[in-house]
């Protein structure tokens, strides 16, 4: 791994909402240790579309993890608007992702017996409703379905919906609590390309709204729509765009 001397670092005038300083992730069995971030330094701007691209086994999925505060470093830290998440205990970070990071998975998870708008009343119950009064929940729900374009569909069950509609309900769901950022581990795996372009297109207006969208993608494609991005290759940035990087020289990577 290459260190701080001859390293490439790439500069961003912008401010950062989270820095990544020197972050290492490594898993250790009784017979070997495995490292599956290396050293990492890089940051995310704030309202931007961040993507961390990379083939299957590069880290990505690891890595944003850690910036949900999921799993913990081996080394280095991981500073959310000068908050450190490594500092904190479980419970305190689990307080803190409940008002401040907003999660969109793959396989959309909704819950199959709850209708849309269901779905999303069900976020703010559990994350203490975003600092609203309970009286004003329904129409904090029906603004995050409105704003993906899912405000005609609030009474439908998710076996009712596409695949598009399903992904909008979940992101629905995850700006329940107005965080300042979402999250996402490849949010359009299982759509087709013009869905997928959708979906991309709203998870760029939602920057618009003062968000923060890290995602995860395997896809080169998806990966140059974003604002900012980091490619990972066994764990180290072998590239990055507009952010603040240390990147790791291909050759030092496979050496």
């Known amino acids: 791994m290459s260190d701080m001397h001859t390293a490439t ?4 005038n912008a401010p ?3 820095q990544v300083e020197h972050l290492t992730r490594s898993v250790t069995t009784r017979t070997q240790q495995t490292t599956l971030l290396h050293d990492l330094t890089f940051d995310v701007p704030a309202q931007s579309l961040f993507a ?3 083939p299957s086994g590069s880290g990505k999925s690891t890595l944003l993890n850690m910036l949900a505060g999921i799993d913990q470093p081996t080394k280095g830290r991981v500073i959310f608007a000068g908050y450190e998440l490594k500092a904190q205990s479980e419970n305190a970070l689990a307080r803190w992702r409940g008002h401040n990071v907003g999660i969109i998975f793959q396989f959309f998870q909704l819950i199959p017996t709850l209708t849309a708008f269901e779905n ?6 559990l994350g203490g409703g975003g600092g609203l009064r309970r009286k004003d929940w329904r129409g904090r729900a029906r603004v995050c379905l409105d704003t993906v374009e899912m405000g005609a569909f609030t009474q439908r069950l ?9 992904q909008r309900v979940a992101i629905a769901r995850a700006l329940a609590n107005d965080p300042p950022v979402l999250i996402a581990d490849e949010p359009t795996g299982n759509l087709d390309s013009v869905t997928a372009h ?3 297109q709203t998870l760029t207006n939602l920057t618009h709204q003062k968000k923060t969208v ?15 991005r980091i490619d990972l290759l066994d764990g180290q940035i072998v590239h990055a765009d507009g952010t603040t990087a240390i990147i790791t020289p291909l050759k030092e990577v496979h050496s």
């Open 16 to 18: 950062a909402l989270i």
């Open 214 to 228: 890290i995602y995860v993608t395997h896809n080169p494609q998806f990966a140059s729509l974003a604002s900012a």
């Open 120 to 125: 999303v009343l069900l976020a703010l119950e």
């Open 9 to 12: 670092r790439y500069h961003l």
């Open 198 to 200: 959708s979906i991309f």
């Open 52 to 54: 961390i691209n990379g």
């Open 158 to 166: 998710p076996a009712e919906l596409s695949g598009g509609q399903q």
